[in-house]
Nanobody
């Protein structure tokens, strides 16, 4: 059974930093995969924050570019999100996500972490 276990998060003042971690267990990460971080603020839809492929390609939402950095440690099956210069509008529940793809890019597996609250005070 696949588990994505998140850690990190909490309360921080505007301008501060936090790091989120997400460890994947119970399944090997095949070559075609992407690990991502999403967030959902109250009353809003879940949105992609950042993602990183098995090849190391990254993608960021414009609102977090130059402030957030996603990285992964394949030896530990863990993905990280370093969040700097946090703003009150970054307040949300953050979820990590694992997707596996087949050779033509179709999603064959999709799993989520439990979510962690990030609150940025002004």
């Amino acid at each position: 059974q696949v588990q994505l276990v998140q850690s990190g998060g909490g309360l921080v003042q505007a301008g501060g930093s936090l790091r989120l971690s997400c460890a994947v267990s119970g399944r090997s990460l095949f070559s075609n995969n992407a690990l991502g971080w999403y967030r959902q603020a109250p009353g809003k839809q879940r949105e992609l924050v950042a993602s990183i492929t098995s090849g190391g390609d990254t993608n960021y939402d414009d609102s977090v570019k130059d402030r957030f950095t996603i990285s992964r440690d394949n030896s530990k099956n863990t993905v990280y999100l370093q969040m700097n210069s946090l703003k009150p509008e970054d307040t949300a529940v953050y979820y990590c996500n694992l997707r596996l793809y087949d050779t033509i890019g179709s999603i064959i597996f999709d799993s989520w972490g439990q979510g962690t609250q990030v609150t940025v005070s002004s």
